[in-house]
T-cell receptor, first 115, second 113 residues
């Protein structure tokens, strides 16, 4: 049973436009959410996170929105750049440290930025 | 600081052999996590260790898999009597105190032939 779902395996966006990556979760105990970016043959790189007490967190071109009632979060990238082409993983934790039981990851969305 | 170092980057083992994957955390980090990524899947949590202690191994198969993080030296993920289904990318992450300092290594790609 997948507790974190990324229903779009891939997404193609034109350079300069907005990229919106979506993530749904089922476990209401999750209270901390993260987005990671991964290039081929590399480990995931932390992008941005959000605590359940917030509904938005912004860092430069990246904004994460959280809708707790819908158990849905999204990552917005604007404007999209060629270097943003990568696989994006949504992850969730039952505590801000994520230590006791690690992170639960979605299967990832492959974002392709077209020139 | 070279970040989280994992070696080897690629490891090929025949069925029945042992695989040893090493992870050196970032300097000063005492929390280590191991994750496995099967093809076309997300990362799955395996085990969380602090120096000399296993804190949570709920994601690790009960048989053939073990992990350690000794007082000196890297963390080791050991897989005994490997089978084809163990073929995956194994990622290690380290943290200073918790999640925000969670840094992943580049992974070890294990192929069982």
């Amino acid at each position: 049973d997948q507790q974190v779902k990324q229903n779009s395996p891939s997404l193609s966006v034109q350079e300069g436009r907005i990229s919106i990556l979506n993530c749904d979760y089922t476990n209401s105990m999750f209270d901390y959410f993260l987005w990671y970016k991964k290039y081929p043959a590399e480990g995931p790189t932390f992008l941005i996170s959000i605590s359940s007490i917030k509904d938005k967190n912004e860092d430069g071109r990246f904004t994460v929105f959280l809708n707790k009632s819908a158990k849905h979060l999204s990552l917005h990238i604007v404007p999209s750049q060629p270097g943003d082409s990568a696989v994006y993983f949504c992850a969730a934790s039952g505590q801000s440290g994520g230590g006791a039981d690690g992170l639960t990851f979605g299967k990832g969305t492959h974002l392709i930025i077209q020139p | 600081n070279a970040g989280v170092m994992q070696n080897p980057r690629h490891l090929v083992r025949r069925r029945g052999q042992e695989a040893r994957l090493r992870c050196s955390p970032m300097k000063g980090h005492s929390h280590v996590y191991w994750y496995r990524q099967l093809p076309e899947e997300g990362l799955k949590f395996m085990v969380y260790l602090q120096k000399e202690n296993i804190i949570d191994e709920s994601g690790m198969p009960k048989e053939r898999f073990s992990a350690e993080f000794p007082k000196e030296g890297p963390s080791i993920l050991r897989i005994q009597q490997v089978v084809r289904g163990d073929s995956a990318a194994y990622f290690c992450a380290s943290s200073l105190t918790g999640l925000d300092g969670y840094t992943f290594g580049s992974g070890t790609r294990l192929t069982v032939v």
